[in-house]
Each structure stands twice: as C-alpha cells, then as structure tokens.
C-alpha cells in the first residue's frame, strides 16, 4: 500500500468530561468518523475522515465535541498555499478531476459587501413598513412597451376603458425571491418536497432542476418551474405542461461551460425513473445542447417550447456569468426569451471540478449591471425579466441587486443552509449527513419535510419584511420604484472602473 | 449653461387656474393666488408658466430663452436659423427689482418649422422635431438653455420668491386662459435659473411638490426612450413621464395617472376581473413610470390643467371651481384668496386626478 | 386520550430519545451527572428498533384494554384514573414478570439494580409533553389523540 500524504483537514475536539458515551455520533457519522470501542468503553474519533459537517457536534446532547481546523502547519509561503499542496497529492493519488461541491470559496471581490444603501431623512419621509402598505410584489415575464385601451362608455364603471393589448403569460411572485435550480438526484426528495411546499406558501416559485420532476410533486405544478437543460432528463410533455414556466438551462455559474454532474452512486431506483436513465449510471449532461449551437437554435427550442405548451407559459433561459453576458442576453431576448437568469460565479452545485468551480465565470453584480444596461441602451429591457443567481446571501443583497437592475433574485444555498446543510463541500460522495445532498434511505429520512418546510418559509418571510424595512428607508412603498434605481446605491472602496462598470456613485457624492 | 447644483429637492408652493370657456384670466389674480402661499418658499425659486398669452403669434412654436452672454445667443440664433424660420425675436420685457440681481439675457423667439428641414425628418412630428431641438440646445449649447418651447404659451421663472418673479417678467401684463405658478423651498443654493419651476417642453408645463424617491427608476426608464435628462429635478422627470405616455403612447388622461399613481395591489384584487386584469397590466408594463415619495403636481396644457397626488397624498394638494373657472392650489388660502365662494372645494383622493378641460 | 406515536418515515436512530427518557427518570435529571456519576444508572422506557434505514422508537401503548393490568398478581400494575396512564406501583411490584411476558409490544423492562420491580414508559405526568417528543430533533414522534 502506497503512503498516502494526506492528513486531516479537521480534528475532532471530545471534552471528555462532557462526554457520556451515548454514542448518537458514531450512529449519526456517515463518513466512519467516531467508533465505539468496546474494550476502552469509550467513544473514539478517526479525524482523517472528518469533513467539518458539525452533524456529531449539532446532535451532541452535551455539546461535547468542537470541529476544528487541524493544525498542521507548512512552512509560510505565500504562493504554494496548504490547500494548493494538498490538491497536488490528492491528484498524484487519484489521477483524475478534482470534484468539490457547492460555490466558489475563493477570495474575489464580494460586490455586495461594497455597495451601501440609501435613506430618505426631512426632504422626503422614510415610510413605516408595519403601518403603512408595502408592495413587493412581482410580474417576471415579456412586457409591451405600451398599452392599448379603448374608452367603454359605462358610467357605472370604476375605470371607463377597456384594455386592448393582450399580455403574454407571467409569472407573478409575491415577493422577488425564488428558489433556485437544484435537481432531484443531487439533492433528496423530501427536500423537493420542503421547496415545493414553501413555494407554495409563500406564492414564488422554486425551480426542478435537470432531475426531472417526481411524480408526487406533479400537484406543486403552479408553483413549479421545470428545467430542459443539455441531458433533457426527464423531459415530456406532460412534464413541460405541468409547470408554471420552462427553463432552458444553457449553463450555471459554478461550472459555465460544462453540463451537470450526477455521481452513479446517487442514481436511485427513483432517481432513474424520474430521470429516465438506467440505475446506477452516471448522469453526465453533455456540456453544450447538442441542438443549440447558434443563437438561432436557441430561438427554434424556445418557440418549440412555446407551442408545446401553446404559448401558455414564459420560457427562461438560463446562463453562466461570463465575459460577453451582456451581448449574449441580447441575443436571448430577441431570440424569444421572456426571463433571463444569470449565475454568477458564487452559484453552488452538487458536483462541479474544483478548477472550473474557482477559476470559470465572473461575479454576478457585475454580470446584472452589464445586461441591464445593455438591456436598456437597445431598447428591449421590457422584452425580458431579469433574475439572478449565485451567492445571494441575505435580505440586503436582494435589495442591492434589484437597485442594480433585476426583477428577482433566484437562492439555493441560502435555502440549503437553512435546512442544515453547513457547506462541508461533501454533496459529492453522496454521503450528506444532514440528508440534503444525498439518495441514502438511512440519510434521507434525517430531512422532515414538514420542519424544512417551515424552515425555508421562515428564512423567506424574515427577508421579506427585511426588504420591506430597508425600501421603506428609502421612502419607497413599491419594490418597482426600486428597480434599476442606481441613484440608491453608491460603492465603498471601489475603483473607478468598477463604478463606472457597476453604474454607480461613490459614497460622499450627492445626486 | 452652468449646470453647477446637485439635485434639489423641494418642499413648495404650487397654483393653477384655468378658465374652461377659453377666457382671459389677468396674471396679477395667479401672482396673488402664489404670494398668499408666501411661507412655503425660501426666495430660491419661484415662476409662471401661461397659455393664451400670444394671441398674435399663436401658430408659432414659441421658444423662451436663457443665454448666459450674448456669444451664445447668436450661436444658437444661428442653429435655429438652420431648423426654422424665425417669425420675430426679442427680449422679454422685464421690470428692475431690487432683489433679483444676477440674471441671464432673457429672449423669445417665435419659430416656423422650415418646410425643407421638415422633410428631411420623415416620420417625426413636429413635435419630435421641437423636441430634439430642445434637447440638442440644453445638451449641447454652451450657456444656452430652453426655458419653453410650446404654441401661444410660455414659461417665466428665475431665482427669487414668486412675487418678485413676477414683478420682475411683468406677468400683470399678461392675460390667458390657463396660468400654474411656483414658489420654491430647495433645500441647497442654487444659483441657476433653469432650474426653477414650471419647466416646459413643448405645449407642456409642470410645477411640482416634492422629492420622488422613484427618481433613478423613473430616469433610466426615460432614457429608454430617448429623453435626456440634464436637470437632476424630478419636474423634468416627471414631464417627460406625461409627454411618453399621454403624447408618444397616446393613453388616456385617466390611465397615464392610474401608471404614474397606481393603487395598491390589496385594493386591486377586491376589483371585479375585468378591471382587475386592467389595473394589473397597467401596474406590470408602466412600473418604471410609477412616481413614488411625496408628490403633488399641476401639469398645464394645451387643452387643461391636471392635478395628481402620490399615491398615499404625502403633500398637500386642493381643487375647487366656480362657474367656468377651474382651481388647483397647495392650500385652501390660494383659492380663497381669489376665490372667497367658490361653488365647489375639496381635496383630491391620493392617486386620483382633478382635471379641468376647455368646454369649447 | 394523547399518546406518543412515531413517525418512521423520519425516525433517524439517532436514540436520543432513549438518552433523554432516562435523564427525565434520572436522579439528578442531569444529564452528565445522570450518566456519569449516578449508579446505578436510570433507564430508559423506550427502546429504538432498527434493522437497516428503518428504524423506530417504541414505549408502552397504554392499552385501554391492557394486558399487563389484567395479568398483574398484586394490582400494582393499574390504570390511573384521571389520566388514563396505565403505571405500576413499585411499592406493590413483586418482580414476578407476569407483565412482561403478556406485553405484545415488549416495551416493560426489569428494572434490578436497586429493588425488583417492573418499569415502563410513564408519559412524563410532571412535563406539559412528554420529554422523547419533545426533544426528538426531526420531530418522529408525535403526541396527539387519534
């Protein structure tokens, strides 16, 4: 047996004089990290194995275990950093492709963390949110540039005229957030299930990725945005029909440029029937839709959408963040999208290779700001929402992205964390203890999904009312009175070419 | 011209009449009507804007002019001379007044659109002609600014309180059918007199009270279209809304200010499907026009004059008629004032129009 | 009347359950002290059956028509009346396992460390819930009247 260089990334600290030897930890590791050991009659711990989940030290009934980075120190050296070195032994071990899970942890710029709000004082009064009316809600879809009446000749009526533009089909959201793409296969039923329910509740939407849709979750269709991505899992007609709307997904922010990535170990019995693909294979999306090579084949699938579904529902059409977004979302609009999504580079996954994850896509503040200005000078803002992804953190971030230009903002990992996960970066092997990321029956069952449910639409309530604070600071009773408002934001500690690229003030400059 | 302030916002007074039966109103009854308001102005902005008051040269687009030296009126004297004809130009006759010291060269001209350059623009409008022009002069010109630009109307406005403004431009002279006044409380220096209200384009004039919070929406919406916004005053903004939607999307009065103030989406749903579906498709492809924050404004028109609120009345805003005249003024003293019995006051809901018309 | 019913769909095997049963009957109702420094140690009234992902915990039904009560020689097995409870007397327990033989469920235990008596699942009469529902961390079990 060759030696291995690796050591542990984390190390389990037992208090023993906490420590009961109840043994919930051994039970509750996926990953073999704690034994029992019946001569010693004591709970034992092989750190090596530990992935800093925190699902012993969550479950602790005497919060006797502390996960904590193990101190293995390399001389300094600025270029050949520990997590550099340990990837090179990982690969001289392996041979293959890095594989790592969720977003991009790498220090780029946070754009978010730069951008400071405004408030109204004596010239213009700030609003109270619980006393006075606060409008979040949302209409995402193809807009007409203008509306055509005609006058009715009813005294009766409230309003005398009669509406003569027809509308195409929108989504309508009570509240600008939505639950991001995240298949069946890289993450559990019940946790379908909890976005679906939450979704409902909450009356957004939540996206089913390329895993298909489960058949028990067909009733969730109002509130249900189905993918068509490059493997076309688990699309029919009925599927496409079921749905509120489409997504074509061309690419993600985590991994622009490739297709997605389900481990043949995750491929269940369900799974494969959902999918329908055989049980036990990888499913490995190809990286480009093989019928989308131009940008005119990307308008023959959306109006092939469109008359599948009778022109009934919008179609989004999703993309990574990139250099020339700006003129690519151009084109998606005129070739027939009615939503744009784009996906920074902070957007997560279930399994990506590490060097796309951290070196591919840029970040999605600057992204947004580009297309919709871009949007904007040609004249066909009105021709598509804009929703954005990758990295969205809290209530503030929602605010500062629709001031920047979006109609709404798409989550996953925020949803996740909120149901445990604790971004150990594992979802990979299948082997989430949380239940999250992972097809396991003894996992699975660790997600109730009535308590995520109330989890998920606790965490979108709180941004919510959040959102309402921070809009009626600003003397704004209309979340569309934002939208755009660049004059509301102004950057801290940037340059002039990120101002300028982000169409912002700097703070200390007055209108 | 020097463009020098940041933007001001205001809390101000703000009058109209109008005489429905298309008669003569004399300047001194809305110089009363805006001086009795005296206390909602600081001294730093005051003006009139009227319509009826070029009986003889009513058919010409009549342009009202700051130049900041006589270099840049004949530069743009000689760029009009380009695009038009120009029928008669002079000063504005104004009165000295102690209190008003700095002033630019004030002129008008009274322009025909030259026929050759008239075909030149295909599908554009006179209007969109006028309009391009006004833009190109404000943009471009240095020391040049479009005060006005409408038929048989004008604007008369400066820095100073609204009583002096009107000493000052001789408004007891005038008389017209329609009259808005403006007196203004910013709360920075100005020192430029193109920033005062009404602002005109057009056959357009505003006058408005208040600090719209919607105002980079609102812009960047504008852009969209074309109109360039150089002022950084929600007066130029909120124009440009009325002239995109009632004059290029051709809407209704009614439905240009149900997109600008629109009701709650609470009190939408409790409407019966028809108008629900309405108010809705109003809301969703006009929501970059909706006016948030404080707001009361007296658009004045060819045709009438229009007083609109924000939609929860965040500023004051009154309405009242008697016979064929028609009142609109930021408080009951202005119409009382001039008016001790009328036959009708009250104060417009939040979001809903009072709208007075010639009956002709 | 409420009893405590499992969900096994999201029934872990974590067997905290089993741990918090016993601090509640412990003596000290510490938990470290109630394992570490109590002998002997209480016990828990519930037991947590697994084979595979399945697995389920499981305590005493409170019978309406109870076996136990019936074949108890001294009558310290019995019925509370205001509650419903079915509980066993330890004053009047004689350690003779009748109970536990008739129980279909399996769920009395011998309790031998100190006297010889038989325990089970009392339903925490001193809680508002009783403690394995309310400290169950994917909420398995429920306490409710069906």
Known sequence: MKLSFLYPEFQVIRDESKCIQCEVCVRQCAFGVHTYDKDEKKVTSD??????????ATLCPTQALIISRYPQDFRENYNWRKDVIRDIFKQSESGGVLLTSMGCDKEYPIYWDKLLLDASQVTNPSIDPLR?????????????????????????????YKLLTKLSPQLELETPIMFSAMSYGSISYNVCLALAQAAKILGIYYNTGEGGLHKDLYKFGKNTIVQVASGRFGVHSDYLNVAAAIEIKIGQGAKPGIGGHLPGEKVSKEISETRMIPEGTDAISPAPHHDIYSIEDLSQLIFALKEATCYTKPIIVKIAAVHNSASIASGMVRAGADIIALDGVRGGTGAAPTRIRDNVGIPIELALASVDERLRKEGIRHRASIVIAGGIRNSADVVKA?????DAVYIATSALIACGCHLCQKCYTGKCNWGIATQDPYLMKRINPDIATERLVNLIHAWSLEIKEMLGGMGINAIESLRGNRLRLRGIGLTDTELKLLGVKPAGESL | MNRIEPHIPGGCSVAGILNEKKGFIKGEQIIKMITVMHERSNGLGGGFAGWGIYPDNKDDWCFHLFFDNEKSREFTEEYLKHDYEIMKKEEIPTRKVKVIDKRPLIWRYFLRINREKKNEFYELTEEDI?????????????GAFVVSSGKNMGVFKGVGYPEDIAEFYRIDDYQAYLWIAHGRFPTNTPGWWGGAHPFGLLNWALVHNGEISSYGTNKRYLEGFGYRLMLQTDSEAILYLFDLLLRKHNLPFEIACMALAPLLWDEIERMNEEEKQLLKAIRMVYGSALINGPSSLILGYKNGMLGLNDRIKLRPLIAGRKDDLFYLSSEECGIREICPEPDKIWAPKAGEPAIGELKL | MKRIYIKEEYCMGCRLCEIHCLVAHSKSKKIIKAYKEEFPRALPRLIVEQKGPFSFALQCRHCEDAPCIKACLTG?????KKTGIVSCNQDKCIGCWMCIMVCPFGVILRDIKEKKVATKCDLCPDEDIPVCVAKCPNEALVYEEK
């Open chain 1, 47 to 56: 750190n090596l194995k530990c992935v800093g989940c925190h699902r012993c």
């Open chain 1, 132 to 160: 006075e009316p606060m409008e979040l809600r949302t209409y995402l879809g193809n807009k007409p540039e203008k509306l055509e009446f005609s006058v009715k000749n009813n005294s009766q009526a409230t309003v005398n």
């Open chain 1, 402 to 406: 629709i001031a920047l230009g979006a």
């Open chain 2, 130 to 142: 006028v309009m391009n022009s006004v833009m190109k002069i404000n943009e471009e010109f240095e």
């Open chain 3, 76 to 80: 310290a097995m019995h019925r509370e």
